[in-house]
């Protein structure tokens, strides 16, 4: 596992002889223990932004329960007291909070692979954040610029 680049945006790299993954991420806010971060997947693995920001850089997704330990025991994330205290959530209900993982942008490739790439049709599906990560990042002063 590496980690490359300057404070502001870093690439975060779990190596493999054969399968790569790669996630781009930007550091958006900071608010005691919580974090806004923008990420990017360079190349497409299952559960690849939960398994780099948990099990890499040990921070891992608020209200990602599976991914937050090496253990993989089935207890809810531990979360910081801070966080707790500004979510109005007490320790023992802390496993009801919902995953804030959010897609805001996807990009489809279509049609084949050429060498180039260029002048290849996409399809972007752009959504804007759900309720309740609204009102979580309120709560957090997460709020994006």
């Known amino acids: 596992m590496t980690v490359q680049g300057s404070s502001s945006q870093k690439k975060f790299k779990?190596?493999?002889?054969?399968?790569p993954a790669v996630t781009e991420y930007q550091t958006l806010k900071v608010k005691g223990n919580a974090a806004l971060l923008e990420l990017t997947p360079v190349t497409g693995f299952k559960h690849q932004?939960?398994?780099?920001?948990g099990l890499g850089l040990g921070c891992p997704v608020l209200g990602d329960h599976k991914f937050s330990s090496l253990l993989f025991d089935g207890k809810p994330q531990k979360i910081h007291g801070d966080i707790l205290k500004r979510l109005q959530?007490?320790?023992s209900k802390s496993r009801n909070l919902p995953m804030l993982l959010h897609a805001k942008r996807i990009?489809?490739?279509l049609g084949g692979q050429d060498e180039a790439n260029e002048g290849r049709k996409q399809v972007k599906i752009e959504c804007s954040?759900?309720?309740h990560f609204v009102r979580i990042m309120k709560a957090l002063k997460l709020q994006p610029s």
């Not at 932004?49 to 920001?53: D, F, G, P, W, Y």
């Open 14 to 19: 779990m190596t493999s002889a054969l399968f």
């Open 49 to 53: 932004i939960r398994v780099h920001l």
């Open 89 to 91: 959530v007490r320790e």
């Open 107 to 109: 990009q489809i490739p």
């Open 129 to 131: 954040l759900p309720h």
